[in-house]
């Protein structure tokens, strides 16, 4: 393959590249003969398409989406070709061909749409009046969606397609028992794949193409911009003058390049290459310094204002705003980054690494790229606040970065622009093309009933137990993360279980109620149909074991009546979101959770360390991921007023040190055995909810434990490495 056909290929692999060397490729790209400058000046318009009509532009939503696709088919097919060392051949050429006919058919069926109603309609009574042009357009862009993902992803998500389509086929009726459903035709079949809210171009194609893809193109703006060397600086002036300053320079780097990329892998690859060697030097082992890196990008995803693509399709599905979702997520993401750093200072303080040694910071990047940074982040961040939709957001951002920019060394011109547009669609391609493969198994779910198949059979195994329901939801994450990237797990996973969790949330509420009697008649009767003798007691109250006895015993068909009897909106609202947090949380463990964890295995590759090694090492330190969800499930952490959730995140941190401690065996010092039993009774005390006896125990014990460890004498580091 010759230097620019690699180059070419290689900017859909961004994710597995650092970000100088996807500029190295965009920069020989735009010097090099045809075809290669047309592609680029193609993207760049297509970025630039991207912002104009989520800004500007008046299309319909469905012509959109089909652009949208469009576009990134044709992308993903061209930049996946395989090609001869010689130069461009025929298979190069199919593939163009391959791309322009997905591209012409995704269009036609945003053109098709009102024709295809009126020839239905003078039809009364018979199917989809589909003619033999529209059969092949609809076919094309349904295979084209399956192939380029399989092409992107691998042959989990395109078998999930198949299995999906088949099941709304002819599979539904050979299904036993619950997962039994009527087949439909094909015509059908089609028509909600291509036009139902759920289908290819719905909802959450909209997402990608009004909210992603923008926010995609705006981290590269940053990027472009040096705002990466500025947080690499900012990072080493706060926490360089730490014991083991370099791992909490990975850290912090890492939570701030977060809020620009949004992706685990990416964060990893661009931010790791200059943090795992400076934590290796600093003396932390390989596979320690790339499990810190990797456990770290994992939290990017969770650090507002982007958080990847989850709040935004967390916010489509759930019609709570953004701005509301970003700004409940601001102390749990605080939380995760310091249960990082408690394992960072516990290893170095173990091992005896690093010097309290200041860091050499490099004051001419870090003020180049500090108003390229602060000043569009802050506007963005206003403008979410406010209430404006991220689009808007987004565009206002990108255009006050190239403003503020003159202001630096690292002026935003128009080369600077275009570099910026082609790396954000580069590295758009893959979550373009899915999220449209992904519609088509949520219309399919959506279609069949089998979401709500999926929340019964979660409520029965679990019996009413919030408890079992965490532990299953926490196993179909991780399952689901070894085929899955994170996004497309989260969509999978929020469909089939985030209903049934905010229902046992809700449930939760009304066993409280069921305790001291229920006074409303009309809610009371609501639990007449239940065949339990606890019923009488609805009225005059109930002990706790009975109220969740009486609870478990609901139907979950009438569950789904009683709660809405019971638990006001706006709870229902607030159960909705945590549920939603929760699996969001969860589907991110597959990033640093062997078998199959990408974030760890990319740090790993830097680290020169042994992957699987690499990624239990990123499995503990990334221990945020399950101690945080059960912080949202069991305490008012979402949805509590700004005094309560700073009151269980200040606590929280007693016990999530006290966790790490238990995990390393170590604190400030060697722990002795007795410590271990009084380290779990405080990490019980700090964690339970709203209780000041409690928490203040807790968290004393903590701080006693720490200081006699500390006055314990330490082995050096050579001795506890032998």
């Known amino acids: ?83 001869d060392q010689r130069g461009l051949d025929w298979r190069f050429w199919a593939n163009v061909v391959f791309g322009c006919l997905i591209a012409l058919s995704a269009l036609w069926i945003a053109h098709l749409e009102n024709g295809l109603y009126e020839r239905t309609l003078a039809k009364t009574g018979q199917a989809w009046q589909f003619r033999p042009i529209d059969w092949f357009a609809g076919f094309m862009v349904v295979f084209g969606a399956i192939e380029l993902t399989r092409r992107l992803t691998g042959w989990i998500i395109p078998a999930l397609v198949v299995l999906a389509l088949s099941y709304n086929l002819f599979l539904g009726e050979w299904m036993p028992g619950a997962f039994r459903a009527a087949s439909l035709p094909l015509d059908d079949v089609l028509f909600r794949s291509l036009y139902n809210d759920e289908g290819m171009f719905g909802i959450i194609t909209t997402i990608s193409s009004a909210n992603i893809t923008l926010f995609m193109i705006f981290g590269a703006f940053l990027l472009v911009s040096g705002a990466s060397d500025f947080v690499i600086e900012l990072s080493k002036s706060i926490a360089g003058k730490l014991r083991g300053g370099a791992a909490f320079v990975a850290v912090m780097s890492s939570a701030l390049t977060g809020t620009i990329s949004g992706s685990a892998v990416a964060n990893t690859a661009s931010t790791g290459v200059i943090t795992i060697p400076l934590m290796k030097s600093n003396g932390f082992r390989g596979r320690f310094a790339a499990g810190v890196e990797a456990s770290a990008s994992t939290g990017g995803q969770l650090m507002p204002p982007i958080m990847g693509a989850g709040a935004f399709i967390m916010a489509s599905y759930t019609g709570i705003s953004y701005g509301t979702i970003v700004a409940v997520s601001v102390v749990p993401a605080i939380l995760y980054f310091l249960s990082v750093g408690f394992i960072v200072r516990i290893e170095a303080m173990k091992y005896g690494i690093g010097t309290e040694q200041a860091q050499s910071i490099d004051k001419k990047k870090m003020l180049a790229g500090m108003l390229n940074f602060v000043l569009p982040l802050a506007v963005m961040t206003y403008l979410l606040v406010s209430g404006r939709t991220p689009s808007y957001a987004a565009a206002i951002s990108i255009g006050t970065l190239i403003v503020v920019s003159w202001l630096t060394p690292n002026k935003m011109g128009p080369k600077n622009i275009s570099r910026a547009l082609a790396l954000g669609i580069t590295t758009s391609i893959m979550t373009g093309v899915l999220l449209v493969a992904v519609g088509l198994i949520n219309n399919a779910v959506t279609t069949s009933g089998l979401a709500n198949t999926f929340a019964l059979m979660i409520a029965q195994w679990s019996q009413g137990s919030l408890w079992i329901a965490l532990i299953l939801i926490t196993l179909a994450s991780l399952v689901l993360g070894m085929g899955l990237p994170v996004t497309a797990a989260y969509i999978v996973l929020s469909i089939l279980s985030a209903p049934a969790l905010a229902g046992m949330l809700a449930d939760g509420l009304i066993v409280e109620q069921l305790v001291t009697g229920i006074g409303d008649p009309v809610a009371a009767a609501s639990f007449l149909l239940v065949d339990s003798p606890l019923v009488e007691k609805v009225t005059t109250g109930m002990s706790l074991a009975e109220a969740r006895q009486l609870m478990a015993a609901v139907p979950f068909e009438l569950a789904v009546v009683i709660r809405p009897a019971l638990v006001d909106v706006e709870n229902m609202t607030t159960f909705l979101l945590t549920a939603h947090l929760i699996v969001f949380w969860l589907s991110q463990d597959s990033n640093v959770t062997p078998p199959v964890c990408l974030a760890a295995f990319t740090a790993a590759g830097i680290a020169g360390s042994p992957p699987m090694a690499t990624g239990l090492q990123a499995w503990k330190i990334a221990k945020g991921l399950y101690i945080v969800p059960l912080l949202f499930a069991y305490t008012p952490l979402i949805g509590g007023d700004l005094i309560t959730v700073l009151r269980i995140g200040f606590f929280s941190l007693f016990g999530i040190y006290a966790f790490s401690c238990l995990l390393q065996r170590h604190s400030e010092g060697p722990l002795q055995l007795w410590m271990y039993p009084l380290l779990i009774v405080a990490a019980a005390g700090a964690f339970y909810p709203l209780n000041w006896v409690f928490n203040l125990v807790g968290a004393l014990l903590v701080v006693w434990i720490v200081w006699c460890s500390k006055k314990l004498p330490q082995l050096s580091g050579a001795e506890r490495l032998s």
């Open 1 to 83: 393959m010759s230097e620019h056909e690699t180059n070419l290929s290689a900017s859909n692999t961004g994710n597995a590249l650092t970000f100088k060397e996807r500029l190295s490729d965009l920069d020989s790209a735009l010097r090099t003969p045809l075809p290669y400058l047309p592609i680029y000046l193609a993207i760049g318009l297509f970025g630039l398409w991207h912002i104009a009509t989520n800004v500007y532009l008046n299309e319909r939503g469905l012509w959109q989406n089909c652009i949208h696709f469009a576009g990134f088919a044709l992308l993903a097919a061209v930049t996946t070709a395989k090609v």
